[in-house]
């Protein structure tokens, strides 16, 4: 099958200026706690998603349903900022820059509204899928840019943009910050919205907005032994040069170009059948892709970090509705000679052990905010395709396509249209590593390129 070039954005024409949707009745005016999950440095940029139908939606009752939904979730129609804390008022002056970045976030719930773009783009929906096999950086007219926002604390925690197409089919792009919810919370908060625009009354799940139940200890753990994730950050000027190769740097130092290889159920089922050790359909795809992706950059598969829902682990349970990061990273870690058995039981050790014991140390861990992610020698990969993301129906049928904005060196396990337990797996990697990466990916199952 021939390979279609990327298709170049057009720049997209505004007939309005955005404009700002506030709820549509009175909401709780207060300060939001955000919990130590949410507001961990890994956490500060928005998830962003772009969908593609066939046909448009009413742009009035995209933005009526908008306002309706934002009643429930008021939280996306207000403002982060940095909260008012002692903790940080006796700083040396050499420290203020660390300071900005890693001071503790909250969310001022003052019903300003979401910013909601109209657009038109002179190009077609089907031009559009037959060439988004892969993101690229024109994509990104797709996503209004607000006005004066100049970093993350600047932009709304919601931007979406409605963009208009030739033939009537419709782009729709939500940026929506990871501060206040995780995938799944993204997920609850489109279909939600989706119904009110296909004219429901009611959210099918209610949020619940209180993280009182993931506040730290009285007195935090300080060590980081048990929780390989993280690591304390030191100044840069203390960084030690002979210190082993930082991945994630090198990745971001070299141009990037995404990869893309789609599995679907038939083929996750084969991969499965090759493994000795039984496991699901993500652990086994996941520790396929961790092999494949090492090995095209020429390194062993030291670590991988992974997305994992902990919602129901904890004890109690998060309540119904919870909207704010309920996962943490499991951390899986193998020998340069691992095979794939060796890595899917990795994956299964590492899910094992994140307890209640352990997701609440982490908690108690990142009150101190020098501690972060340690992305210096691993993959990190998050799972899109059993969130039903590709279901969002806002009033004319379903996408005929969805997928991410853009592409990182963070590994997305995207859905796959019309194959429930199918996935894309998305990743940026240096140019040199593309074809690499993709061909052992499909090597592995004796798959031929399309």
Known sequence: MKTLEPLEIPDCFYPTSPTLIPPTTPTPSHSLYLSN??????????????????????????KLSLGQVLVEYYPLAGRLRRACSSHYEDKDDDDDDDDQKNQKLEVDCNGEGAVFAEAFADFS??????????????????????????????????????????????????????????????????????????????????????RCMLKPSMQPKTTTSSHPVFVKAAPEKRCDPQSALDISKYLQSQPLAPACVTFSRSQILRLKRRCRVQSTGFEVLAAHTWRCWAKSLDLSPAKLLFSVNVRRRLNPELPPGYYGNGYVLGCAEAPANADLNDLVASIQRAKSALTDDYVRSAVDLLEDKSARTDLSSCLVISQWSKLGLEELDVGEGKPLWMGPLTSDIYCLFVPVMGDLNGARVLVSLPQHSVAKFECYMREFLEMKPE
């Open 37 to 62: 999950l949410d507001d961990q440095s890994f956490h500060r940029f928005a998830i962003k998603y772009i969908y593609a139908y066939r046909k448009s939606v009413d742009i009035e009752r995209l």
């Open 125 to 210: 929906v089907d031009e559009f899928v037959q060439a988004s096999s892969k993101p690229n950086r024109s994509w990104r007219k797709l996503l209004y840019r607000v006005e004066g926002a100049n970093s993350f604390l600047e932009t709304p925690p919601l931007v979406v943009q409605v963009t208009k197409l030739r033939d009537g089919g419709m782009i729709l792009c939500t940026g929506i910050s990871h501060c206040l919810c995780d995938g799944i919370g993204t997920a609850q908060f489109l279909q939600a919205w989706a119904g009110f625009a296909r004219g429901e009354t009611d959210s099918p799940i209610r949020p619940f907005h209180s």
